[in-house]
């Protein structure tokens, strides 16, 4: 079945610092894939997202790139900042109306 | 934007008692709601799909009987843990999605069961 991998954590950088997470999936289709985050003591939140090939999410100075070839959503940042400290998902879903599927989540602490 | 509550957001009981949680859609009609399951330190695992109107659909190992599911309304599902047991205690999460835009889900900040 389809399934998300993501880099384990936990990712520990100085505010600042270039920020990657990597994120690969296999489906069978052609899904949707998403970054959520989990700040502490809350629910998930919609980071960005990607419905098709080559398309590249971003928000609040995050980006991905959905691309089919290496099956892959890698999250980056330029620059972190101490508030960026969470945990962060990434997911894909078959198609539209479906449940996600979600990797295990990287935690990210960035330290001032 | 869309807004999914959870009520109550902790909750403790005891073992062999029933509990019952809560998602509400505040500002727009779900027709499918999702319940996860989220265990300490690891991600979230789906328990369940449920449409407005129809029966959920549970996935494989959970226990329907066990983790019953409600969708009574396009703003309304409940989870009701029958008959909780310590294992049961966990961080229980739903997400809604809405008709108007199918590929995002819309998630509730969760509730932290705990049995005793």
């Known amino acids: 079945g389809d399934s998300v991998t993501q880099m384990e954590g936990p990712v520990t950088l100085s505010e600042e610092a270039f920020l990657t997470i990597n994120c690969t999936y296999t489906?069978?289709?052609?899904?949707?894939l998403f970054w959520y985050v989990q700040y502490p003591g809350e629910g998930l939140q919609l980071l960005l997202k990607?419905?098709?090939?080559?398309d590249k999410g971003s928000n609040k100075g995050f980006e991905a790139t959905y691309r089919k070839e290496t099956t892959s959503f890698h999250l980056e940042k330029g620059s972190v900042q101490v508030s960026d400290s969470a945990v962060y998902f990434c997911?894909?879903?078959?198609?539209?109306?479906?449940?996600?599927?979600f990797g295990k989540g990287t935690t990210l602490s960035v330290s001032s | 934007g869309a807004v999914v509550s959870q009520h109550p957001s902790r909750v403790i009981c005891k073992s062999g008692t029933s509990v019952k949680i809560e998602c509400r859609s505040l500002d727009f009609q779900a027709t499918t709601m999702f319940w996860y399951r989220q265990f300490p330190k690891q991600s979230l695992m789906l328990m369940a799909t449920?449409?407005?109107?129809?029966?959920?659909?549970?996935e494989q190992g959970v226990e329907k009987d066990k983790f019953l599911i409600n969708h009574a309304s396009l703003t309304l599902s409940t989870l009701t843990v029958t008959s909780a047991h310590p294992e049961d205690s966990s961080f229980y999460i739903c997400s809604a999605r809405s008709v108007h835009t199918p590929y995002e889900q819309y998630f509730g900040p969760g509730t932290r069961l705990t049995v005793t």
């Open positions: 449920s449409n407005e109107g129809s029966k959920a659909t549970y």
């Open positions: 489906a069978t289709g052609y899904p949707s």
């Open positions: 997911a894909l879903s078959e198609r539209a109306g479906t449940a996600l599927i």
């Open positions: 990607a419905t098709k090939a080559d």
